[in-house]
């Protein structure tokens, strides 16, 4: 083993310090794409107005739609890819590795087509305002061009992470997020393009953060997990592998979405200052859920790396120290925002009717953070553990079924936007007491490692 991958190896050293070394970076960089993600609602907000703002915030739902499946087998690539680079068996993980490259691709192409069809009726059957709609539709459809970026960036940051790398995607997330929010004000605020031109400043900036990742695994890493662009392929029992981890991930991510698609068409009922001011609260609340992210994801890698040494004390170990650092993170920010909504809202439109709307679902559910915290890290507890299917059944009901007919029921009894608020906090504590269950009973560390191919 060279120098450079004991240091990203997560199997030793103290817990504390590999965990948090891993996560930082995953936060530091979850945190500037929430920069460039923002930087297009801020900017179109400011200089193009509540209707640009309302169709450009309506953005999450759609995008984590179509996306949040690939993510998830994404997901289940970093699994795999992390187990064999814990169990040091090099031939395998190359062999994963270049099927979850080979898949992305595909993926990437399969993902523009979808976004392309798909997006002007999901718009409709979302009761997107008709004043709003056209703008939607243009910026829609030219973000979905990127996502043959958008996939392989996801599927490059994976395999760096899986293998304890979070260090390099910070720094081109970083660069890239400045290009992103630079071409947002060179379109958007100089030459005044439209909303379609800050959908096509993100595109282009994360193509440029796709390059950066593919030259750093085809020319700088260690040979043990580096990327060759003739061996890109798909190994049919890797493949197997990496969907049977990445395909409950990815179900969940859709089936999940699909039921916020649902609350995003509630919202949308109540007229184009209500999705302007939720679209607003959404930006800021992707800011609170970024310790729940890092913490999460450095869960997955961890549990599977040290799984697949056979190190299940140490496993043990590292998921309460990740829980417990995610829930207080979590908490204290969600404080934060209670407290600041007016003043973050206003940021991004200064209508008194969008501030009251986004400071309404703000107040709402930022306290309850903790316990979206809890369900994402046992999620990714069990991701990591080889038992993905377990929290896309939980989820799919709390998140999906359960959510969804809360607020088809509850709304026909009470016409309050602040009734579809509530689907949230609800939820999330349904899912934490299954989870916490779970986490209790289970003999969730131990399961049957496939070591070698047939």
Request: positive net charge; hydrophobic residues 50%; aromatic residues 12%.
């Amino acid at each position: 083993m060279d120098n450079t991958s004991s240091k990203t190896l997560l199997t030793e050293g103290p817990i504390w310090k590999k965990m948090t070394a891993f996560a930082v970076p995953i936060f530091l960089g979850n945190l500037f794409q929430q920069f460039y993600n923002t930087a297009d609602s801020l900017i179109v907000g400011n200089f193009l107005g509540s209707n640009a703002l309302a169709a450009v915030s309506s953005s999450g739902s759609i995008i984590f739609l179509l996306v949040g499946f690939f993510n998830g087998i994404a997901i289940g690539a970093g699994v795999v890819i992390a187990r064999y680079y814990g169990a040091r068996q090099t031939d395998n993980l190359q062999k994963a590795i270049h099927t979850t490259v080979g898949f992305g691709l595909i993926s990437g192409v399969l993902l523009t087509i979808l976004g392309l069809l798909l997006v002007p009726k999901i718009l409709v059957l979302m009761k997107t305002p008709a004043d709003v709609l056209p703008n939607s539709i243009c910026y829609f459809r030219i973000y979905f061009l990127g996502s043959v970026a958008f996939v392989l960036y996801n599927n490059f940051v994976g395999i760096m992470q899986s293998v304890g790398d979070s260090k390099h995607p910070l720094y081109y997330l970083i660069f890239s997020s400045l290009v992103n929010i630079s071409l947002d004000l060179l379109f958007v605020g100089v030459f005044h393009m439209g909303v379609g031109a800050a959908a096509a400043a993100t595109i282009i900036s994360q193509f440029i953060s796709a390059f950066l990742c593919l030259n750093r695994l085809t020319r700088k890493s260690p040979e043990e997990y580096r990327v060759h662009i003739r061996k890109i392929h798909l190994d049919p029992f890797m493949l197997r592998q990496i969907i049977s981890n990445g395909l409950p991930a990815g179900l969940q991510n859709s089936i999940i979405s699909l039921a916020n698609v649902v609350v995003q068409s509630n919202i949308n009922s109540f007229g184009n200052l209500a999705v302007a001011g939720c679209g607003a609260y959404s930006k800021v609340e992707g800011f609170g859920f970024l310790p729940i992210t890092c913490f999460s994801m450095a869960l997955t890698t961890f549990i599977s790396q040290n799984l697949g040494a056979g190190k299940y004390d140490r496993a043990k170990k590292g998921a309460r120290f990740g829980i417990g650092c995610s829930l207080i993170m979590a908490e204290c920010i969600g404080i934060l925002i209670y407290f600041a909504a007016p003043a973050l809202i206003s940021a991004f439109n200064s209508d008194p009717e969008v501030v009251a709307f986004g400071v309404r679902q703000a107040r709402t559910v930022t306290l309850f953070y903790f316990l979206l915290a809890f369900s994402h890290c046992l999620a990714g507890l069990l991701r990591g553990a080889g038992k993905s299917i377990i929290p896309m059944f939980v989820m799919m009901i709390c998140w999906c079924i359960i959510r969804v007919s809360y607020i088809t029921i509850a709304v026909k009894l009470i016409p309050s936007i602040q009734v579809v608020f509530w689907a949230y906090p609800l939820t999330w504590t349904l899912s934490s007491v299954v989870f916490l269950i779970f986490y209790l009973k289970s003999d969730w560390m131990h399961f049957q490692v496939k070591r070698n191919s047939p």
